[in-house]
């Protein structure tokens, strides 16, 4: 598996381009619509876009992506929240380009899209949808966990107590893993347990 992380040009979250096979690919939060361009440049097309969320800064490439055949996933919680008026309104009102949810998840639900497996851990806190996604030794956390940090909770639907619970569910995990953040750098599931001054591992 390769994984190309893209940061963001303004406000945006990280994204990332995974392909196991060098042609076909999975976008996880394509924050902006520029994913389309990278890919091309890659030689990739993209076949499912994974969210983990639907903040604007975390969906603004979906609709270009959308409308060249890429089917789009989320947790089931998350997909009336989208394009709801509590998201769209957040800071001042935005707006999302257009675009379909094809299929959401359950907690613990596995899949497999472009020879790439995946489970579904659902992670409410961030927001009550929010999810993340674990395949082999990597977790693409989204805003749940970050590098000594986690996501903010005063945004529509978010709630701390459910924050907590979702890390320390990903610290339960046995074992490592790399963590892929929604925002800033990578970093590692053992780095957090220990270090993390925001949920600490009991």
């Known amino acids: 598996m390769d994984i190309f992380k893209i940061e963001p040009l303004g406000f945006a979250s990280n994204s990332y381009i995974l392909t196991a096979d060098g042609k076909s690919a999975v976008v996880i939060d394509p924050s902006e619509p520029r994913i389309k361009e990278i890919l091309n440049n890659k030689g990739l097309k993209c076949e499912a876009v994974l969210l ?120 339960s995990l046995s074992g490592d893993y790399k963590i892929y953040c929604g925002h800033g750098p990578n970093t590692t599931l053992l780095n957090e347990r220990r270090f993390n001054s925001f949920v600490r591992s009991e």
């Open 52 to 171: 983990t969320h639907g903040h604007f800064d975390h969906v603004g490439g979906c609709g270009r992506l959308f409308a060249e055949g890429a089917r789009i996933y989320c947790g089931e919680r998350e997909k009336d929240l989208i394009f709801s008026r509590a998201f769209l309104n957040m800071f001042g009102g935005v707006t999302v380009p257009e675009f379909e949810i094809n299929k959401t998840f359950s907690d613990g639900e596995n899949f497999e899209v472009c020879g790439l497996k995946f489970t579904v851990m659902n992670t409410a806190g961030h927001s009550a949808g929010s999810v993340c996604y674990i395949t082999e030794d990597k977790i693409f956390t989204g805003d749940t966990l970050m590098c000594d940090g986690v996501g903010r909770t005063d945004l529509p639907t978010g709630d701390y107590s459910e924050l907590v619970k979702s890390v320390k569910k990903l610290y």
